[in-house]
């Protein structure tokens, strides 16, 4: 039975919500591109409901947009899918969206993608079919290639996956982007994890079960540029590497055992001059040189704790990562839409 082909036994159920998707859409200032990615969106959802009789809603997170997009979310026209629009009252940051589109998903799996375009949806159904057809529960999708980005970047990025998975059990994929797709079971997982500071690359790879890769040629952004700068990508690595890992902290021990060794060694190199032949050891430059790399070292380290001492108090305080200010739910079975989405009362 070696060879035994994957169960193919229909997971679909359609009209239980439990086993439909949601497609969760993180927007920020999306709103040129908005209505022409929910038409993509629809036409892909409707080949699902069709072909797999998988329901299907998409889920937009407003994350406190200043050009109207959360408004035009809500208005986006719900057929063949349900259409949620949640605003958060402020910008939160997209990982806070993410977990606000986590929390809000009314069906069993969720797909997670952006909504300025670079995540293609034609390759939605690829990612439906690794779920469904060959059992996988995390199917992520990673940059084929980064040829266009600087040699700087990619090694910056080799380092940062480097140190993060720097005696892991379950190494974080690198290359792995936002754009994937957790089957129930992952769902339940990743809603179990308490956490605030939120890193969700790391958390969907750190919660196991059977992960798979696709690769994918990003797009262009479809409008704007990205969000993202130099500090706010290196904050992004530093908060993630401290919510996820204490490999610092461990390269702080390893470097202070690598300069005992060399003190040691430096002392009885000393020791050794002084007693046998007498020298005298020339005193000013190593004392001086010494006293920076270890002044530095130390102050390097202090800094590196207090980044997981701030993780420590943002856990402690306990406070909630996003709030909402207007959801609305348009749903693709109701026989007459209302003009104006219904308002759920949170
Ligand atoms: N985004 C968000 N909140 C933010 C910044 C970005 O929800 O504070 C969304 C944004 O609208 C997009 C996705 O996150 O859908 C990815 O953002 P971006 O394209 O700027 O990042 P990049 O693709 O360059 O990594
Ligand atoms: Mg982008």
Do not use: C
């Not at 039975?1 to 086993?19: C, E, H, L, Q, V």
């Not at 940051?93 to 069906?107: I, N, P, S, V």
């Not at 993060?164 to 290359?175: C, F, V």
């Amino acid at each position: 039975m070696a060879d035994r082909p994957a169960d193919k036994s229909p997971r679909t159920a359609s009209g239980d919500p439990a086993s439909g998707l949601s497609i969760v859409v993180p927007v920020y200032n999306e709103a040129p591109g908005l209505a022409h990615l929910h038409a993509r969106l629809v036409e892909v959802a409707r080949r699902l409901t069709s072909e797999r009789g998988l329901a299907v809603e998409i889920v937009y997170v407003d994350d406190g947009s200043r050009d109207g997009t959360g408004q035009i979310a809500a208005g986006l026209p719900a057929d063949a899918v349900d259409v949620q629009a949640i605003t958060l009252s402020r910008n939160f940051g997209k990982e806070a969206a993410l977990l606000a589109g986590l929390d809000h998903a009314r069906f069993g799996a969720i797909l997670f993608m952006d909504g300025d375009g670079q995540h293609p949806p034609a390759l939605i159904e690829t990612l439906v079919a690794r779920w469904l057809d060959d059992g996988y529960d995390v199917v992520y999708t990673a940059k084929a290639h980064r040829e266009n980005e600087s040699w700087a970047r990619r090694k910056l990025v080799h380092g940062f996956y480097w140190l993060i998975n720097l005696g892991a059990r379950q190494k974080i994929p690198e290359d792995a982007g936002d754009f994937r797709l957790l089957s129930p079971r992952a769902v339940a997982a990743l809603r179990q994890l308490p956490e605030r500071t939120r890193f969700f690359k790391g958390l969907a790879s750190w919660i196991g079960y059977r992960q798979v890769r696709v690769d994918y040629e990003p797009a262009p952004r479809a409008h704007g540029q990205t969000t993202w700068d130099l500090r706010g990508l290196v904050g992004l690595s530093i908060d993630g590497l401290t919510a996820f890992s204490v490999a610092p902290l461990r390269v702080a021990s390893v470097l202070g055992f690598v300069f005992a060794i060399v003190a040691l060694l430096f002392g009885v190199q000393i020791l050794i001059e002084t007693l046998l032949f007498g020298g005298n050891v020339a005193g000013y430059p190593s004392l001086i040189v010494s006293a920076m790399v270890i002044g530095s070292v130390q102050l390097i380290m202090i800094g590196v704790l207090g980044e997981y001492i701030g993780k420590v108090l943002a856990e402690l305080k306990g406070r909630p990562n996003y709030f909402v200010s207007e959801r609305s739910l348009n749903t693709a079975s109701a026989e007459a839409k209302p003009k104006t989405p219904a308002r759920i009362k949170k």
